[in-house]
């Protein structure tokens, strides 16, 4: 839809929620509204942020590793080792086991998931515009996090760790033991022990994934409201005390994600 063919609040507010969309059979963009959902259809514009985001994350930490120095820090470094000094203590308050890996993930999840974010605090028409009129592309979502299908993924992610850090702790027999002897530790309970077990197991990255997007596109879709509904004049009334109020929630959230990551593959880690 392009911006002329814009003439409704409805039609705006669809156009900021429609995703930048490849379909992998024809290797072509498609309108969401043309074709149905189906496991083909790739959104590019979430991957393309949350992949360019990862790699400044990456680029920005290593540059202030390389040049660090003892004597007085420089802002930059000085706000890093604040985050690193931060991640470090959370990490060792919740995780109790031993692993190399935990601390580093903390770490890339806060940042990463803070930098995805972020994006919903730049200004709603900016890099929309600038892809439709210089690189004639039809629609673009900038803030990954508000796409489910990036969310989901990262909890599928964490989930996979914690089946990785349950069966490497519990071996595969006590990692099946877990799951079909507890909470009732008898044989003729299995059946509902595994139920409970695994919707419980389940819930774990399904809701860490629907928080996190819940929240971001809630946040999105107001101040995509606040721009199809109100005149250009008087947006700033209602946007600056949102988007003020609105860094707590993009902090918060990426703090809960990295939390709730490190307290679930505690609990993985923990011998039974």
């Not at 009129?133 to 629609?139: E, F, N, Q, R, Y």
């Not at 099946?176 to 919707?199: M, S």
């Not at 809960?256 to 990551?261: G, S």
Request: charge should be negative.
């Amino acid at each position: 839809m392009a911006a002329g063919e814009i003439s409704t609040p409805q039609d705006y507010i669809g156009h900021h929620l429609t995703h930048l969309q490849l379909d992998l059979r024809t290797f072509e963009l498609v309108h969401p509204h043309n074709v149905p959902a189906t496991f083909w259809i790739l959104n590019i514009d979430s991957m393309f942020f949350s992949v360019v985001l990862g790699l400044v994350f990456l680029v920005l930490f290593r540059k202030v590793a390389k040049s660090a120095t003892s004597g007085v820090p420089g802002k930059l470094q000085a706000a890093i080792e604040l985050v690193v000094g931060f991640v470090d203590s959370n990490v060792r308050e919740m995780y109790h086991g031993k692993s190399k890996l935990i601390a580093p993930l903390a770490l890339t999840i806060f940042v990463w998931v803070f930098l995805m974010n972020f994006m919903d605090l730049l200004p709603i028409d900016l890099l929309p515009y600038i892809g439709e009129h210089i690189l004639g592309l039809p629609s673009l979502r900038i803030v990954p996090t508000a796409d489910v299908n990036v969310t989901l993924s990262m909890a599928l992610g964490v989930f996979i760790l914690i089946l990785f850090y349950s069966i490497k702790m519990k071996g595969i027999g006590g990692f099946a033991k877990e799951l079909t002897l507890q909470p009732f530790n008898h044989p003729i309970f299995i059946p509902i022990n595994l139920i409970l077990e695994g919707v419980s197991l389940l819930s774990k990255p399904i809701s860490l994934g629907l928080r996190l997007f819940g929240n971001m596109y809630a946040g999105e879709l107001i101040f995509i409201l606040i721009a199809g509904l109100l005149p250009w004049w008087s947006q700033w009334v209602l946007n600056v005390p949102w988007a003020i109020f609105h860094i707590l929630i993009i902090s918060l959230q990426a703090f809960i994600f990295m939390v709730l990551t490190i307290v679930y593959l505690s609990m993985a880690s923990e011998e039974h």
